[in-house]
């Protein structure tokens, strides 16, 4: 009996999420130099080698070495290879010790349906940035939940080459990031946008989120976001204010609003009614604040990451604060190095 209580236990252990306390970092990857191999690979969805050809050639040109997952260029229905050889190259680059970096080509959908095949303990032993965004947020949630390590919701690599992706913001953030060991300190803006209150006070702990449709699409499963003591990270695309509530509205209804300590708002792009349908919607503002205000916690919006032209390199799974000023004014500095030596 006394042998079954202790493998009890043990299970038990072994099913929380391995967060850090809020205000130390989980485990990180160390910086990149030149000539440092870096890994690319397809999570989700398809995508034709031709579309990202001129972005491994921009990689290459910063000093990097790419090598390219057997399925960043399979496809199998919808995605870039099955299911299984998906998760295998995820798990086969965070073994390869020679690979420094894991670069997502694109989110799309499919990501999630490797989360059950990866080994998380394998790759805790192995901590290395991986980078993206959008479907992307599957991993990190998993990653940082199961693994305990840090990864970076960033540009992937279809960004340098897509026209409402790319700019000289998210190209140089993204190149000093691979290589910085120190903190990021205050988020540093692009010149025509500001972080914004939207409910003020002060918060801090480590950053974790991503892409809302996704993040919501978790819960209920094994993989879903505690999130308890975080700061929230929360972006989207294409989605009309009622389905922002109802996807808030879960994350309320789960918890999860109540347990995070502030919440970071990215882009929600081409997110405003259309009116499409004759309806005078509500609008996303409307919707957003409403869940400031029953959350009580401070938020803040304009922070750029997600679908739109800038898109930072930031790391998930390190220590920032945010203070929201009731004057309207908001500021986040990250005081913990996403990237060791």
């Not at 500001?194 to 801090?204: C, D, F, I, S, Y």
């Amino acid at each position: 009996m006394k042998n079954f209580y202790l493998t009890f236990l043990f299970l038990l252990i072994l099913t929380q999420p391995v967060y850090a306390e809020n205000n130390t970092a989980l485990l990180r990857g160390h910086a990149l130099k030149s000539g440092d191999l870096i890994g690319i690979l397809s999570p989700g969805s398809y995508t034709d080698s031709e579309d990202f050809a001129g972005s491994l050639d921009l990689l290459r040109s910063q000093g990097y070495r790419v090598k390219l997952a057997p399925s960043a260029t399979a496809l199998y229905e919808h995605f870039a290879g099955t299911d299984r050889k998906r998760a295998e190259d995820i798990n086969n680059f965070f073994r390869d010790d020679s690979v420094k970096a894991i670069l997502c080509v694109r989110g799309g959908y499919g990501t999630a349906r490797t989360l059950d095949k990866l080994d998380y303990k394998m790759i805790a032993e192995h901590p290395k940035p991986l980078i993206g965004f959008s479907d992307i947020t599957a991993l990190h949630v998993a990653l940082s939940g199961k693994s305990g390590i840090s990864t970076i919701h960033g540009p992937m690599l279809v960004s340098f080459t897509t026209e409402r992706f790319d700019s000289d913001y998210t190209r140089e953030n993204f190149f000093a990031g691979l290589k910085n060991t120190s903190p990021v300190g205050e988020i540093p803006m692009p010149e025509d946008t500001k972080l914004q209150t939207v409910m003020p006070g002060h918060a801090e702990g480590i950053i974790i989120g991503g892409n809302l449709t996704v993040l919501t699409s978790l819960v209920g499963t094994p993989y879903e976001l505690d999130g308890k003591g975080v700061l929230l990270l929360l972006e989207e695309i294409g989605e009309r204010p009622y389905r922002i509530d109802r996807m808030l509205n879960q994350l309320w209804q789960n918890g999860l609003l109540t347990r995070v300590n502030g919440i970071i708002l990215g882009d929600f792009t081409n997110c405003e009614d259309d009116d499409a349908d004759g309806v005078n919607d509500f609008t996303l503002d409307d919707v957003l604040r409403h869940y400031a205000r029953i959350s009580r916690k401070p938020v803040i919006k304009g922070m750029p990451s997600g679908h739109g032209k800038y898109n930072f390199f930031l790391p998930l799974g390190v220590h920032a604060v945010m203070n929201a000023d009731a004057n309207g004014s908001a500021s986040l500095v990250i005081d913990t190095p996403a990237l060791v030596r």
